[in-house]
């Protein structure tokens, strides 16, 4: 495990299409399923990392272009991006979900500081520092 001290702030980008799952399912973290709780996304299957990223741009990049492919409201997307931009230039996480366009399945998309900062941190494992 490396040292959260040698580590720079950086996002893990995680994602999830799917059904809601049921509260076993979601406590389950050898299940690919939207977890509980935030902290939970790090110890989800590794299917569910979609990256890393250094920098907030590239961090804000990853994530325009999911939500622009699963939300149903695109009107409404404008301003849930530039409340995702302003979080990420501080250094914050960035968490979306709702319904996919085919109105049958949720999805599920954050972005996730590490190493974990404010009210959620907790010693995590990094999934993989940033190239």
Avoid at 47 to 62: E, L
Avoid at 64 to 80: I, T
Avoid at 95 to 117: E, H, M, N, Q
């Amino acid at each position: 495990m490396i040292s959260d001290a040698v580590l720079s702030l950086h996002w893990h980008a995680f994602a999830y299409t799917g059904r809601y799952p049921d509260y076993s399912e979601a406590k389950n973290i050898n299940v690919a399923v939207r977890p509980l709780t935030l902290s939970d996304w790090f110890r989800k299957p590794r299917q569910m990392h979609q990256g890393t990223y250094s920098d907030a741009a590239g961090a804000y990049s990853w994530l325009e272009s999911e939500l622009r492919q699963v939300c149903v409201d695109h009107g409404r997307l404008a301003d849930a991006l530039d409340h995702y931009h302003v979080r990420l230039e501080l250094g914050q996480d960035a968490y979306s979900g709702g319904y996919a366009k085919d109105r049958s399945s949720i999805y599920v998309r954050c972005l996730l500081t590490f190493p974990r900062t404010g009210a959620d941190r907790r010693p995590e494992q990094c999934p993989g520092p940033p190239k």
